[in-house]
């Protein structure tokens, strides 16, 4: 399928591995340019320079902290102030118990997963609004349908972000600008591992089998792909997405049994 998006610019956020990885390659292969954003830079580098060899596509990394102002300055530089479709996504705050939480570690949560997707809209959205034209995809976590214990913080600032994407994603449609969230549940990525190892350290087992044991909780006994997760973000991004607006969509492979 012809997403009808070649030549578009974008900004993928977190984007040197994992997800956001999977969103950059996806939105790549479909002649997209792209400038990408992670910290560390000689892995975001790396990543550049393999998207832009097999995708034939330009793809300009900024590696800066997504989570601070000082971050968001860098890439929009970058950008030259606009972009047509943007990508947010940064790493979730640390599981825990509810008791151990302060103050700052909810503000630092709500800062990274909440606050920084919003600073970044108010960016870009206006410039898309002006062309008739724009796509952003707000990585979350499939805690907002089904919010998870020990990952409260998380359950928190996601919330917030959902709740505001609610109302402002309506606010810009007439403009021809499309704005969702998706919904990751258990993917193959450094997330799962940290999370897999906490499991494995707290119960006394092998990480392979806290692995085996949360594969088993999902009705297709597999963890997700980054590349069954970029598909989804290219496709929300695409001239086809025109009338999906406001969306949580879940990609967790069922295990959320949620039937509205």
């Known amino acids: 399928?012809?997403?009808?998006?070649?030549?578009?610019?974008?900004?993928?956020?977190?984007?040197?591995?994992?997800?956001?990885?999977?969103?950059?390659?996806?939105?790549?292969?479909?002649?997209?340019?792209?400038?990408?954003?992670?910290?560390?830079?000689?892995?975001?580098?790396?990543?550049?320079?393999?998207?832009?060899?097999?995708?034939?596509?330009?793809?300009?990394?900024?590696?800066?902290?997504?989570?601070?102002?000082?971050?968001r300055a860098a890439v929009l530089d970058a950008l030259d102030g606009q972009a047509d479709i943007l990508v947010n996504n940064a790493g979730g705050p640390p599981p825990g118990k509810w008791t151990d939480w302060s103050r700052d570690d909810f503000i630092r949560a709500i800062d990274a997963n909440m606050l920084t997707a919003v600073a970044l809209m108010q960016a870009l959205v206006p410039g898309m609004m002006e062309r008739g034209w724009g796509r952003v995809v707000?990585?979350?976590?499939?805690?907002?349908?089904?919010?998870?214990?020990?990952?409260?913080?998380?359950?928190?600032?996601?919330?917030?972000?959902?709740?505001f994407v609610a109302g402002m994603s309506r606010q810009v449609a007439a403009s021809g600008v499309v704005v969702n969230n998706l919904l990751p549940?258990?993917?193959?990525?450094?997330?799962?591992?940290?999370?897999?190892?906490?499991?494995?350290?707290?119960?006394?087992?092998?990480?392979?089998?806290?692995?085996?044991?949360?594969?088993?909780?999902?009705?297709?006994?597999?963890?997700?792909?980054a590349e069954d997760f970029g598909a989804t973000c290219a496709f929300l991004c695409s001239q086809h997405a025109r009338f999906i607006i406001g969306q949580n969509i879940l990609l967790d492979g069922g295990a959320s049994n949620i039937s509205i």
């Open 185 to 225: 549940g258990i993917h193959a990525t450094d997330r799962a591992d940290s999370l897999d190892s906490g499991v494995a350290k707290a119960e006394g087992i092998s990480v392979d089998e806290a692995r085996h044991r949360r594969e088993q909780t999902i009705p297709t006994h597999s963890y997700g792909t």
């Open 1 to 71: 399928m012809d997403l009808g998006i070649r030549g578009k610019k974008a900004l993928v956020c977190a984007a040197s591995k994992g997800l956001g990885r999977g969103c950059a390659e996806a939105l790549a292969e479909a002649g997209v340019d792209l400038v990408i954003n992670a910290r560390g830079a000689e892995a975001l580098n790396a990543t550049a320079a393999g998207i832009a060899a097999k995708y034939g596509v330009k793809v300009t990394p900024v590696a800066s902290d997504i989570t601070s102002e000082a971050g």
């Open 138 to 163: 707000n990585i979350t976590s499939q805690s907002v349908r089904t919010p998870i214990a020990i990952l409260g913080l998380s359950n928190t600032a996601r919330a917030g972000l959902t709740g």
